[in-house]
């Protein structure tokens, strides 16, 4: 289970899918169903820092031995 804090620190989201589109980070909520909606996760100055984002999240993900892990969007 993915947690994430918005850039905004105003959500806390379950994420099922975290996506990179141009200099916004998504993720998608919900099932694979008609249910299925994305919210902006953050936005950034460049493509490149939003997948530098992208590559934190992955880390991230790969160092929590647990079932859940939370990372909060950085501001810059």
Do not use: C
Not at 1 to 6: A, F, G, P, R, S
Not at 19 to 38: F, M, P
């Amino acid at each position: 289970m993915l947690w994430i804090v918005t850039k905004d620190k105003q959500s806390l989201i379950n994420v099922k899918e975290v996506t990179v589109k141009g200099k916004k980070i998504h993720g998608i909520i919900g099932s694979a169903s008609l249910d299925e909606w994305s919210k902006d996760l953050g936005k950034y100055e460049s493509h490149e820092r939003a997948l530098e984002i992208l590559n934190e999240i992955v880390r991230k993900i790969e160092e929590n031995d647990g079932i859940s892990v939370t990372f909060t969007m950085p501001e810059n």
